[in-house]
């Protein structure tokens, strides 16, 4: 279909699912060609993201100083500087990961192959197709999401393990390791019953009610070690 004066009808964009209807998410954008930036900063604002264009990497790099969970980034592979690889890489190597997608005009397997090692989650070829640049971005802001999720979990399961006294942290090592109160009171040199309420305190300080939450929470507390 074509609207007035002969242009093409630009095809409906995909809204970002989810959150992302009631509150945009984020999108950085490197490139040093203004106009690159410029129709792709369109693209993702009509797709209803909200868009961060940058001319170089190391502009990306001081935002995400100040802001680490900013969803997501879509960076050319060749620019003067910092390329795209070596971008990829540097996020890639931050404690928060931040997805990004390699966009470039001279894809290659062993590219794209190098591009994955260095962090990117994918390699969009140009010109790129807009429906595929939009999945591509989708995919890496839920991503991004899962895994801020998992940190932030990781990181509470410690701090919550990081409660305890030395004495029931010692308990609660040996109870997820399967030793039973008999057997971690000979472990530890203490009575069957200081083992029962030491037991008994650090469940009730960890705000757990069973054995296998205490290993659950054990498993996700080590995941950020």
Do not use: W
């Amino acid at each position: 279909m074509a609207e007035a004066g002969g242009h093409p009808a630009r095809p409906t964009l995909p809204q970002p699912a989810g959150p992302a209807a009631a509150a945009p998410r984020q999108v950085h954008l490197v490139d040093d060609d203004p106009e690159v930036l410029k129709s792709l900063a369109l693209l993702l604002r009509s797709a209803g993201y909200r868009v961060v264009a940058h001319h170089e990497a190391k502009q990306l790099l001081a935002a995400l100083d100040q802001d680490p969970e900013a969803g997501c980034a879509v960076v050319d592979l060749r620019m003067p500087g910092m390329d795209g690889l070596t971008l990829a890489r540097a996020i890639h190597a931050r404690p928060v990961k931040l997805p990004v997608l390699i966009v470039t005009g001279h894809a290659d397997v062993p590219l794209a192959v190098r591009a994955l090692r260095e962090g990117a989650l994918d390699l969009i070829e140009k010109p790129y197709d807009e429906k595929r640049l939009l999945d591509s971005v989708a995919q890496a802001l839920a991503e991004g999401e899962a895994v801020a999720t998992r940190q932030r979990e990781q990181a509470a399961a410690a701090t919550r393990l990081g409660m305890l006294s030395a004495r029931e942290r010692e308990v609660f090592d040996a109870l997820v390791e399967g030793l039973s109160n008999k057997e971690v009171a000979t472990r530890l040199g203490i009575s069957v019953r200081t083992v029962e309420a030491h037991r008994a305190n650090l469940m009730q300080r960890l705000g757990a009610e069973s054995l296998p939450e205490l290993v659950r929470l054990a498993i996700t507390a080590a995941a950020q070690a």
